[in-house]
Structures are given as C-alpha cells and as structure tokens.
DNA sequence: TAACATTTGTGAAGGATTTCACAATCGTGT
DNA sequence: ACACGATTGTGAAATCCTTCACAAATGTTA
C-alpha cells in the first residue's frame, strides 16, 4: 500500500506500523539496560518472528552485528530516525470534547515528538479557556492559525457530522497529515496522508470473534 | 492470520474490519432511505475496489442480486449477524481517568451494542463516585464484579505499568476478550482474543510520511 | 590462529490477499 | 416473451507479504 516512488524502496504499510513496535520495545530494553539485542528476542516481546524483524528492517540498512544482535540505542535512533521522531512535530487539535480532552492530558504523546501546539473549538464557552496550558482557540480562525503555528499534523475529534466540513478547511490550509477519530471516511486529495482511528472496529472484531466462539463454530486463532 | 479451525471457512482480519466499514456505510446508506446499494457505490464510500466487496461478502454467503445490488436494510442485519452486534455486549472498564472517561461518555458504543456496565478504578476519591450513571467499582472486587455482572469484554484504559497484572486478573476471572489502550504488548492466553489499540502508532506513521515527502525521497501513495 | 557458536542479511519459496475477468442472473422495457 | 443493460459471484491470475533456509560474518575461547 505505501511505495515510495521515485526512490528506490517498496515498504509496506505493515513493516511501518511494525517499526512502531520495535521502537516501542527498544525504549524498553534501554531503560532495562540491554546492551545488544536478537532480532529473536525483539520478536519474542512483540509476537512476531525473528525473520520478519531482520526482513523489516533490511529494508532500511544493515544495522546488527552478526553473531551479536542490534546494539540497541544505536537502532532505536535508527529506527526513530526512519520514522522521524527524532524532532518535534506540531500539533493541531480540533475538537476539545470527550476525546479531545483525553488526548491533551496524554503527556506521551509530547514524549513521542508530539506537541499539541494549538486546540480548536466552536463553543463559546471553551474558546479561550484553558487546557493544559494551551488556550483554545475559536475554529473560525483555523486557516490562520495552522499557519502561523505551523502545524504539521492536525487531529480530528469532532462529531461525525460536521468532520468533512472541517477537513476541507484543513487541506485548504495546506495540511498534509490529519489523524482522524470521527467514525466517517473523509475525503482527502491524494497527496494527504490519512489515518483513521476506528474503536468500534476494534469493539466489533472482538464481538465477532466471541461470536464465533459462541455459536461453537470452532476456535479462532 | 483468523482461521475458523473446525469449520469450513478462513476469514482474513482485514475481511472482518472491512465488514465494520459496510456496515458503517450501511447504516448512513439506511438513513438516506437508500432501498439498494451496488459493490461500486459500496466501495467508493470507503475508498475500496467494488472485486473486494464482493469477494468479501461472499465468503458468508450471497447477498445480492444480479443486475440490481444488495438489499441495504437486509444487508446490514445480515453483516450485524455475522459480526455479533445484534445483540448486547456486557462491557467493562478498568481506570477511568484521561481516556477512560472519555469512552464512558460516548454513547455511539452503546448504540452499536456494547454497553459499559462496570468501571474500575483503584483510586478511592473516584472509586464510589457516579460516571454517567454508573458508579465506579473498587478494583479489588474485580473478579466478583465481572462474573456478577456477566462482562464479556474489558477495556484496559489503566498505566502501562500495571497493565498486565490486571490483565492477569482479568483473564483469570474468565474474560476471552480485551480491548487495550495502554503502550505495551500484553500478555494472554491463545484463548483469549485481544486487541490494541494504538494511537501513537497512527501518529508515527504520519511522521514517517511527512519525512519521506519532506526528504524529497519523493511521493508517498 | 583456528575452531566454534551465534546471529545477521537476504534470495527464494511459500502463503495470503487482492484484483481480474467473465459467465450467470436479474429487472426492466418493449 | 424476449432482448438488453446492469451487476453479482467466483475461479484464476496477479500481487503482496511472510517465512524459510543458509551463506556470510562476527565475537569468544582455547
Ligand atoms: N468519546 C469517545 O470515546 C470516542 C470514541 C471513538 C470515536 N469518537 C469520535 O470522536 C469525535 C469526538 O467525540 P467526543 O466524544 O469527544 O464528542 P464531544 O461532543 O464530546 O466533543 C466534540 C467537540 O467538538 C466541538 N465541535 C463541534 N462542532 C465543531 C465545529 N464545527 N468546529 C469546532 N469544534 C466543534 C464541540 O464543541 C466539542 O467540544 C466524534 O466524531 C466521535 O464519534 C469518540
Ligand atoms: N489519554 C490518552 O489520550 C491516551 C492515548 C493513548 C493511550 N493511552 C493509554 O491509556 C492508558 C490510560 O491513559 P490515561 O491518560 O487515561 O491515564 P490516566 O492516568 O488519566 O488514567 C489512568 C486511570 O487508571 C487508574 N488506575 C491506576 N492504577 C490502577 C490499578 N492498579 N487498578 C485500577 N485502576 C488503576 C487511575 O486511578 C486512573 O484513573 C495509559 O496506558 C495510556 O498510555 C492514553
């Protein structure tokens, strides 16, 4: 699904959301004060194979040391670099509701190179209040205000129903990232990346998979 | 990677979460009194190929009719049965604080049929205080509280730190499936579905495509 | 220095998923 | 009653992704 054209490499969508993963672990291990690391051993606190971990990261350079593993600060720069969470990002939010308010007060996010950076809403009574130190600003001013925050990324939490009005706004403004969490496919020129996070698909494979159970339709693996 | 051993039938996990997208469609198809829907509209709305809604569709059975389109109502009811939401969840929730109370406000949940019944918290200033009608439950009193009110699935909305001892406790209290928030690879038996849901994950894929653009390592599709 | 145990990096094989392409079938209009 | 346009359902082909298997390379030990 993901090429990069032009350029040598083909990476699937996969291996990146893997490379999340094997970031993850990594900042573990350095707390725990590993040294090196097999890509057996990544693989076993993950769930994956050791031959997916070494394919994953071929696609990218050689990094281990045979006999030895992949040194293990050294390969979460690598890593942090490939995904580009060796800087800060600046983050929009629109919409300070139930899950706005939640992704705020997440202080890992900023951990991550995350910064919310400025929050948008259209009810009165929050615009210019504060959370967490960040005031709200009105969404009329959204065009404006992404540009001179120069915001990167924008993340959507408003109702479903007014989602794609505010979306269009967004890519007017020259937006290129948005993560989305209202339950609706938006539509974005082609040269917006787009991500959605979808709870009741979560939600719904667990009931199909308790479902299957039930109806005695064998084991799901 | 799902397989209904025993039965006849192998179903790919991005079959399941693409049946939550019709079904999502659906239901807006049904409101705007759409009688029938082909697997070209069906898949234009999720940015899909009409071949994949099809193919999807027919590893359940036939639900259309040639030269005409699905049924909209009846489709829907057909993939709700397959994916077990005609019916209500008992869902419980442990650590209300940031992200928790923002799912117990959300009342499109209980609208798809998982209904929130029980909150857990081990902080005694929220543990007997009233979450949008429910009162929040002493984590020590989990076992008992999850049989007692028949939980079939919980949400793991706690630090990551005591994430998996909760989960340890929660998977010998019976439960066989978990919806987690928390940044770390829990631990389960096979017989226990479980399923991630990663934020920071979406973000980092994000950044990796704004880097591969910015790098000039040309376009990313 | 040489033998050994270990683990990487990677082509090739295998498996899974998506797309293609078309016969089969339906509703409609005449 | 029949012809036509539309659309499904589905094997087969194509593509994509994962796993295998092993040569190459390293550190260690004697
Ligand atoms: N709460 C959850 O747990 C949850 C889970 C999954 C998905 N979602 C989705 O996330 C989105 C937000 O959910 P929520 O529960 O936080 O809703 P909410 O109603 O609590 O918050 C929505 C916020 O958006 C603001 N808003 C409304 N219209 C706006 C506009 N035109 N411009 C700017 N701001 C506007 C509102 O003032 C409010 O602050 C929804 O699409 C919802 O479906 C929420
Ligand atoms: N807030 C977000 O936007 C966000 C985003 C992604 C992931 N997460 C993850 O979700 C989880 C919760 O995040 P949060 O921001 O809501 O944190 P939080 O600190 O606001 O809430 C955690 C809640 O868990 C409770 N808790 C702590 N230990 C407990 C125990 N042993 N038993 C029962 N309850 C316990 C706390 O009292 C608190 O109410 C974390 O793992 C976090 O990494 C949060």
């Known amino acids: ?15 990146i959301r893997r490379l999340s993963l094997y970031y993850r672990v990594l900042s573990v ?39 030895l593993g992949y040194p293990v600060s050294e390969l979460k720069k690598q890593i942090g670099e490939i995904l580009g969470l060796n800087r800060v990002w600046n983050v ?15 202080k890992e996010f900023l951990r991550q190179g995350f910064r919310i950076k400025v929050i948008f809403d259209n009810d009165q009574r929050k615009i210019g209040s504060n959370h967490k130190g960040i005031k709200v600003s009105d969404i009329q001013n959204l ?30 403004a020259g937006i290129k990232a ?20 979808n709870m009741s698909m979560e939600l719904e494979y667990l009931s199909f998979a308790l479902k299957n159970l039930q109806d005695g339709k064998g084991t799901i693996k």
Do not use: C, H, W
């Not at 993950?46 to 071929?58: G, N």
């Not at 929009?92 to 997440?106: F, K, Q, R, T």
């Open 178 to 197: 948005i993560l989305n969490f209202a339950p609706l496919n938006l539509k974005v020129p082609p040269d917006v990346f787009l991500r959605n996070e």
């Open 29 to 67: 291990l350095e707390k725990e004060n590993y040294q090196t690391v097999s890509s057996r051993e990544l693989a076993k606190r993950e769930k994956l194979t050791p031959a997916q971990v070494r394919k994953d990261l071929s696609f990218f350079g050689s990094f281990g040391t045979r006999g």
């Open 143 to 172: 065009e404006q205000d992404l540009r001179e925050n120069n915001i990167e990324i924008v993340v959507i939490a408003v109702p479903a129903t007014v989602a794609q009005y505010i979306v269009d706004d967004v890519v007017k």
């Open 92 to 106: 929009a939010l629109i919409g300070v509701g139930n899950i706005g308010s939640a992704l705020v007060g997440y």
């Open 1 to 15: 699904m993901v090429a990069v054209a032009g350029g040598r490499k083909k990476i699937s969508e996969s291996t």
